[in-house]
């Protein structure tokens, strides 16, 4: 692969801080990471070790940057992803030891405005399944991955996430729920997420470096570059600020850092002899609460698993007869894990600057069967074939889509008239342009992609931003032959908003003229008033409970119904003169609103 070479001439400088000898079970360790970097092309690692409440190994390898001479040390800061997740259970459990939450009370006794879509849902989900990936929710990433929407603005819009599954039937990784409970933390403590993890985890752990915002990494020296492979090359990209979703992926660290966390993890949540969680309340931590079914692909991935479950904030699982506690971190550009070994009092913590890399997994179960006196299997060789496998059954799928386009068709109508704006109640607006010959969508401040027409109303959507991929775009058609809605591959069906109405008069009416059409007007069915007056040289429609509308002429007797700005167009009313008076009014509307006639009132 393309611009590999300086992140493995990069394990030549692996730095080791540490002043004391290597462990006899992580002799030649050095060489199954080289290995590992290799092949999962990864440009920078860095590792900890924690065994019997002591670091006995923290090394960093490669570059931070590819292409750069900027080696990695155990110092060197990374994103830590989804292993933020059980800090914000650890930081609930402290409340729970002060009595000011309880695990199986509902949400809404300490966040009364949260809602789900469903009402029942909303009433009986508690605080230990926001922990847990039972609500049954789909994951809804797009609602904060880039958004400018706050934590509360995310929770409040999360009522409109249809589910996919019932509540506490099936393990469902959602990432807003563990927003949810940051946000319950919260506000029960009358600090943000930020400062309580910082005031009760980082600092009574020493864990200094570490941090809950990317704006933090802005003035440090030592901070490793995310990568992403893109057309198979490895390439550096941006920092992307996540702070909306912070309790369930924003914090930074480094392995020194995180092997404080280690150590707090295997010392049953004492630091420096001090207990900072309750036995009880550790202890539900690590228990299983969530079953995860283990099909052939978890037993490929450890075969030596009977079980896997989740806790809260952690998954658990059986590894050659011993419990591993353990949980992964994958965001934009960065990999990371934490595991633990609590029988064998060994735990590590494994922190990379390449996006959803398998590497930690491979150096995880290498480094557990040192400490096991394992031998005979060769994790990273093992994990490899099974990447490839992976890659290949998607390189098949997308072959297979790529069969199913049909070629020569073009799109039912000219490009320009799929050009508006579409709406999702969860995720906003979504806007459709023509720029410089073809289309533009925008969804949220992280998506500008191109769309390149695939077939039929179909269209590919290359993000401008690559990390973002290529989702395909379906325009449907309404029965008016007009475009009624927009389906986007992970986000949702946007829905067109009908186009803004004209406020340009087709004809011009004297004042004598507009005057006969005033008056006051009435319907039978539905009982309703509205009464049309002449101001300003306008006709101006007033409904009670409802802001004025002005009428537009299109005729002397026709009239488009224009209001506040965006008000979209399809209302007209028109007159039914006799003798020179109103006779009826009838007010048209876009379906599926019924039309009114009005008589004038008497």
């Known amino acids: 692969m393309r611009g590999l070479k300086p992140a493995v001439a990069g394990i030549l400088m692996a730095a080791a801080t540490l002043g004391a000898q290597v462990p006899k079970q992580l002799s030649g360790f050095d060489s199954v990471v080289a290995r590992a970097m290799k092949a999962f092309d990864v440009p920078g690692v860095a590792i900890a070790i924690v065994?019997?409440?002591?670091?006995?190994?923290?090394?960093?390898?490669?570059?931070?940057?590819?292409?750069?001479?900027?080696?990695?040390?155990d110092r060197t800061m990374f994103a830590i992803g989804s292993a933020s997740k059980a800090f914000t259970a650890a930081s609930l459990a402290m409340l729970v030891d002060e009595g000011k939450v309880r695990w199986d009370e509902p949400v809404t006794r300490y966040l009364p405005w949260f809602?789900?879509?469903?009402?029942?849902?909303?009433?009986?989900l508690t605080v230990r399944d926001l922990l847990t990936h039972r609500s049954g929710l789909e994951r809804g990433d797009p609602l904060w991955y880039g958004?400018?929407?706050?934590?509360?603005?995310?929770?409040?819009?999360?009522?409109?996430?249809?589910?996919?599954?019932?509540?506490?039937a099936i393990f469902s990784y959602q990432n807003i729920m563990f927003l949810t409970a940051g946000q319950v933390?919260?506000?029960?403590?009358?600090?943000?997420?930020?400062?309580?993890?910082?005031?009760?985890?980082?600092?009574?752990?020493?864990?200094?470096?570490?941090?809950?915002?990317?704006?933090?990494?802005?003035?440090?020296?030592?901070v490793a570059t995310p990568h992403v492979k893109i057309d198979d090359t490895v390439r550096a990209v941006?920092?992307?600020?996540?702070?909306?979703?912070?309790?369930?992926?924003?914090?930074?660290?480094?392995?020194?850092?995180?092997?404080?966390?280690?150590?707090?993890?295997l010392d049953s949540a004492r630091s420096g002899g001090k207990t900072l969680i309750a036995a009880n309340s550790f202890v539900e931590t690590h228990t299983p609460q969530t079953i995860i079914g283990v099909n052939a692909e978890a037993r490929r991935t450890n075969p030596f698993t009977h079980f896997s479950s989740y806790g809260f904030g952690w998954f658990l699982q059986d590894y050659r007869g011993r419990e591993v506690v353990q949980h992964g971190g994958n965001i934009d550009g960065m990999s990371a894990l934490v595991a633990l070994m609590p029988e064998e009092r060994v735990g590590l913590v494994v922190l990379t600057n390449a996006n959803g890399s398998p590497l930690p997994s491979a150096l995880m179960f290498a480094a557990f069967d040192r400490y096991l006196g394992a031998t005979g299997t060769d994790w990273v060789d093992k994990v490899k074939q099974r990447v490839e496998g992976a890659e290949k059954q998607a390189k098949d799928a997308q072959k297979a889509i790529e069969s199913q386009r049909v070629m020569g068709t073009s799109p039912s109508l000219a490009l320009e008239k799929y050009a508006g704006t579409y709406a999702d109640s969860m995720y906003g607006d979504a806007v459709v342009t023509?720029?410089?010959?073809?289309?533009?969508?925008?969804?949220?401040?992280?998506?500008?992609?191109d769309l390149e027409h695939w077939h039929f109303n179909s269209f590919r959507a290359v993000a401008r931003d690559r990390r973002l991929g290529k989702p395909f775009v379906n325009f449907t058609l309404g029965t008016d032959g007009k475009v009624a809605s927009m389906k986007v591959d992970g986000f949702t069906e946007f829905v067109r908003r009908p186009d803004p109405a004209d406020t340009t008069a087709n004809v011009t009416l004297s004042e004598s003229q507009m005057a006969a059409l005033a008056g006051a007007f009435e319907s039978k069915v539905p009982a309703l008033r509205i009464k049309?007056?002449?101001?300003?040289?306008?006709?101006?429609?007033?409904?009670?409970?409802?802001?004025?509308?002005?009428?537009?002429?299109?005729?002397?007797?026709?009239?488009?119904?224009?209001?506040?700005?965006?008000?979209?167009?399809?209302?007209f009313v028109d007159y039914v003169i006799d003798n020179g008076k109103v006779k009826t009014l009838t007010l048209t509307q876009p379906p599926p609103r019924p039309t009114l006639t009005f008589e004038p009132v008497k």
């Open 115 to 124: 809602q789900m879509h469903d009402l029942y849902v909303t009433r009986e």
């Open 185 to 222: 933390a919260a506000q029960v403590s009358g600090k943000s997420w930020d400062d309580l993890v910082r005031d009760r985890i980082f600092t009574p752990l020493g864990m200094t470096a570490t941090n809950t915002s990317t704006k933090s990494l802005a003035v440090l020296a030592d």
């Open 147 to 168: 958004t400018a929407w706050s934590r509360d603005e995310i929770v409040r819009r999360v009522r409109f996430l249809k589910p996919a599954y019932s509540m506490r």
């Open 51 to 73: 065994k019997n409440d002591s670091v006995v190994y923290a090394k960093g390898y490669g570059t931070r940057t590819i292409g750069r001479n900027e080696p990695v040390s």
């Open 434 to 449: 023509m720029e410089n010959g073809h289309l533009v969508a925008r969804i949220g401040p992280p998506v500008v992609a």
């Open 238 to 265: 941006p920092y992307r600020n996540i702070d909306n979703i912070g309790p369930a992926g924003s914090i930074n660290s480094n392995v020194r850092d995180m092997a404080q966390w280690v150590r707090f993890q």
């Open 532 to 571: 049309v007056d002449l101001i300003g040289g306008k006709l101006i429609l007033s409904i009670a409970g409802q802001s004025p509308y002005t009428l537009v002429a299109e005729s002397p007797t026709r009239f488009r119904l224009t209001g506040p700005p965006g008000m979209p167009g399809g209302f």
